[in-house]
């Protein structure tokens, strides 16, 4: 007797392990399924984030590595072609931050490619000519942010009221972010050692010199260094700002030739994978700016 009760316990056991798989995959989206947006680096990646976020049958990976960094000079890799190869879009920056889309036009003349820096947006232009790190203005990040949301809803129409709710809500802690926003004193000058912060710099009300180093502190030659060092003795600057991630070599050749301090500044252009990323690392910026300005 016991027997009995024991197959029909196992059997009953099999049955509710069957139902339960079937429950699953009917409930799992095949990945082949999902719509798959790709981009180019960093600050994109966190504003597609935002607004793809919890949609199920949708995708978001960036092509490249975190911590690549700016797109300057970098050459496309093999794992990177692969991982476009099942892109239904490819979001970037534009303003020639992504050199190398030519290539990926060539190979896959199909993809539907998004460049957030063909709507209106403030532009800075500095000794090299237009400066594309435009995600550090809060109102540029903004306005790539929506320029996002139109070609999502323009290419996966299926999702359009789940991004809009998404990028809305999204928009609406950008705009407090904005509000919130550390203002400097008119006339305020510093030093800026990355191209990278201009717009940063800019949009709290800064006056800066600029040091063009193309993201390479050790590229600035002798002679521009003096010729920053002399306009550093001559103006009341109150700081010198590098990025993060910069080498801070000629930074210190500038501080220990005025006795002008060294601070790092958050350019967005690597992070936190998290969705709140950019807004924690800008009010972090504001503070740091609040500390070493008044
Ligand atoms: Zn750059």
């Known amino acids: 007797m016991k027997k009995i009760y024991l197959c029909v316990f196992v059997i009953i056991l099999i049955i509710l392990i069957i139902l339960a798989v079937a429950y699953t995959n009917k409930n799992q989206i095949n990945e082949e399924d999902k719509f798959e947006i790709v981009t180019s680096f960093y600050p994109l990646y966190i504003m597609t984030l935002n607004i793809t976020d919890g949609i199920e049958n949708v995708s978001v990976s960036n092509m490249t590595n975190n911590n690549v960094g700016c797109l300057h000079n970098y050459t496309l890799q093999t794992s990177d072609l692969k991982t476009l190869s099942k892109a239904d879009l490819f979001i970037m920056n534009g303003l020639g931050i992504e050199m190398f889309t030519d290539k990926i036009e060539e190979e896959y003349p199909n993809l539907e490619i998004i460049d957030t820096s063909t709507v209106q947006l403030d532009l800075i232009k500095d000794s090299e000519g237009l400066n594309g790190h435009v995600w550090n203005d809060v109102d540029n990040y903004i306005e790539q942010v929506e320029a996002i949301l139109n070609s999502l809803c323009a290419e996966n129409p ?121 807004i924690n690392s800008m009010t972090n910026n504001y503070n740091i700016l609040k500390d070493c300005l008044e």
Do not use: P
């Open 158 to 278: 299926e999702n359009t009221e789940k991004y809009t709710a998404n990028a809305e809500n999204y928009m609406q802690k950008l705009h407090l972010l904005k509000q919130n926003s550390y203002i400097a004193k008119e006339g305020t000058t510093v030093v800026s050692c990355n191209e990278s912060l201009a717009y940063l710099l800019n949009d709290v009300g800064l006056d800066f010199i600029e040091v063009y180093t193309d993201h390479e502190q050790s590229a600035l030659s002798s002679e521009n260094l003096s010729k920053v060092i002399d306009e550093v003795k001559e103006k009341n600057i109150k700081a010198i700002f590098i990025e993060k991630n910069d080498d801070r070599k000629t930074a210190e050749i500038i501080a220990n030739e005025t006795g002008v301090q060294i601070y790092e500044l958050d350019a967005n252009l690597s992070g936190e994978l998290n969705k709140d990323a950019f």
